[in-house]
């Protein structure tokens, strides 16, 4: 017997299983499995009525919330195509990706009306523009908001068995680097099974409850939305990052694990009131979105009182790839165990790492050959909207270009050492900008890192540090220079240390070294810059 592989069974074993349980906490709105699954099948419903047919992309622009999870589900009930939005792009991006997608449909948070009015025009498309929540104020939106069109709606549920497992169930856009921002489809199949791989390796319990600290718009929301209602947890959405809130939610809905970026993990283990609150529920913290470091990793599990590792991944992989949990019969010290639950991990099950040179034959793997990443697995993308080339050269041979340069070494652990478009290349050598940072902070001053290439009159290009120093932090370019020294080979250590008040970070606070390398490109290693 084969029954198609869709994350809709994921609900509805938690609507028949776990129906009195919780299953959502957002906004001040509390709803159980039985309910969210209802207004699940409303939503679907709901697109149906509208003449929503099968493979339609629906968008929506806003920040977490039960009614985008609800999304994740009533989207695909209509047999329609869920297009979660960047809150943080701009109107021409928006707009960019609203009519390559073909969107008929987006649903606004109130707080993003004036955007959309700003560029609504240029959207020959989109039929409907629904409110998310409170009154339709405006002439050019539905009359019903979302509650109201969802509680006229009659419930819907198709038949799970005429699924086409290998159509597309989600798509998400990449921030575009050299071109403009690319589709990504992912299917019901690469969804499903993505899910079973992520809770194998994570252990994911029953009844877990989950912080949504990453955006429910960023890479398939880290796989949340999945795998959590498969087991029947508790979804606490997380609207912006706010430390307090967060300490909040986890002392009043005792939370058991969240994900983060570096910034978001590095601000709230230095968060002055993170003392005044009861953390004991947290079980794991896992770091993903960008390299993490040692020493984050222990200042985590010190701060928390939990077990804190890497994770990695990509869009294009729905997302997660690999985590870097301890495999216990290696039997670190707490040293060296720091040391690898920095990196990004072993393969999930279901999923082969390799890496590559550059005639795609593979490397060693020896923790020393540097090549590039590839990947094949069960959550690899189906390919990108409408780009048949970029997609075939892509998924060249069958397997995954993931664009990181890594090693991986006897023990299957993958340690990303760049991405190739940050490699620095100073006087023919190559260097590893994470390599630079993650040495760097461990100096107790530094807050936050970037390491970007400037040029240099002698070597072509050398290391440049842009540092944000933690509060009340006082310390010297030079001292760092010669903390770099103590712990680097010296073609390596930053030239020079400018300090800055911030970063420059996406929507889910990691670090846009292309607007770094765009905003000091062609300057010297040793001219005055203003940050």
């Given at each position: 017997?084969n ?26 709105e ?10 699940v ?7 149906r009525?509208?003449g929503?047919?099968s493979?339609?992309?629906?968008a929506f622009?806003?920040t977490?919330s ?19 939005l ?5 109107a ?11 969107a ?15 560029f ?6 989109v ?25 006229t709606a ?6 799970i ?10 798509l ?14 992912l ?27 990453i955006?429910l718009f ?5 796989g ?10 508790k979804?606490?959405m ?10 909040r ?9 969240f994900n ?5 993990a590095?601000?709230l283990?230095?968060h002055?009131?993170r003392g ?15 390299a ?7 200042e985590?599990?010190?701060a ?13 992989t ?5 985590c ?9 010290t ?7 639950q ?14 590559a ?6 490397l060693?793997e ?17 390919g990108?909207?409408?780009?048949p ?24 652990y993958?340690?990303i050492?760049?991405?190739?478009k ?21 100096h ?18 050398v ?5 944000v ?10 001292e ?19 300090f ?7 929507g ?21 810059i203003r940050?």
């Amino acid at each position: 017997m084969n029954i198609p592989l869709s994350p809709l069974r994921f609900l509805r074993h938690a609507e028949r299983q776990y129906a009195g349980r919780t299953a959502v906490v957002s906004r001040g709105e509390r709803f159980t499995y039985r309910q969210f699954g209802e207004r699940v099948g409303r939503l679907a419903g709901a697109l149906r009525e509208a003449g929503v047919r099968s493979g339609e992309r629906i968008a929506f622009l806003g920040t977490n919330s039960h009614r985008l999870l609800e999304a994740y589900y009533g989207v695909l009930e209509a047999g329609a195509v869920l297009l979660p939005l960047n809150i943080r792009l701009s109107a021409s991006e928006l707009s960019f990706i609203l009519n390559d997608s073909g969107a008929s449909i987006l649903f606004i948070d109130p707080q993003f009306m004036p955007l959309v009015e700003s560029f609504r025009r240029q959207l020959p498309a989109v039929r409907i523009f629904c409110a998310l929540e409170s009154a339709a104020e405006k002439d050019w939106l539905m009359p019903q908001n979302y509650d109201d069109w969802l509680n006229t709606a009659i419930p819907y549920r198709c038949d799970i068995s005429s699924i086409d497992e290998d159509e597309v169930a989600e798509l998400f856009y990449t921030s575009g680097t050299s071109a403009q921002p690319k589709g990504v489809m992912l299917s019901h199949r690469n969804i499903y099974l993505h899910a079973l791989q992520t809770c194998l390796a994570f252990n994911v319990e029953n009844g877990s409850v989950e912080l949504h600290t990453i955006p429910l718009f960023h890479a398939n929301g880290w796989g949340i939305a999945h795998f959590l209602t498969m087991l029947g947890g508790k979804h606490v959405m997380v609207e912006s990052f706010d430390p307090e809130a967060i300490f909040r939610f986890i002392e009043t809905e005792g939370v058991t694990q969240f994900n983060a970026v570096p910034f978001m993990a590095t601000v709230l283990v230095n968060h002055p009131k993170r003392g005044d609150y009861d953390l004991r529920s947290l079980r794991r913290i896992v770091i993903g979105g960008a390299a993490s470091s040692p020493t984050l990793i222990r200042e985590v599990e010190e701060a928390f009182d939990c077990t804190c590792f890497s994770g990695y991944g990509l869009t294009e992989t729905s997302p997660a790839l690999s985590c870097a949990s301890v495999k216990p019969e290696l039997g670190w010290t707490d040293q060296e165990r720091y040391i690898k639950q920095a990196m990004t991990g072993y393969a999930f099950p279901g999923v082969e790492l390799h890496i590559a040179g550059p005639n795609d034959e593979w490397l060693p793997e020896d923790g020393k050959a540097i090549g590039e990443l590839i990947a094949r697995g069960d959550g690899v993308m189906k390919g990108y909207w409408k780009q048949p080339e970029l997609t075939g050269e892509a998924l060249r041979g069958g397997w995954l270009r993931t664009g990181d340069m890594a090693t991986i070494d006897e023990n299957g652990y993958v340690l990303i050492v760049d991405r190739k478009k940050d490699i620095i290349v100073s006087g023919g050598e190559n260097i590893s900008s994470l390599e630079v940072e993650k040495a760097m902070l461990a100096h107790p001053a530094i807050l936050e890192i970037a390491v970007i290439p400037v040029s240099d009159n002698r070597w072509g290009e050398v290391p440049k540090a842009l540092v944000v120093l933690k509060h009340g932090a006082a310390v010297t370019e030079t001292e760092l220079i010669d903390f770099s020294r103590s712990c680097l080979t010296h073609y390596k250590c930053p030239k020079t240390v400018q300090f800055v008040e911030s970063l420059p970070k996406t929507g889910t606070g990691k670090v846009l070294k292309k607007n770094l390398r765009t905003q000091y490109e062609g300057k010297n290693a040793h001219s005055p810059i203003r940050a």
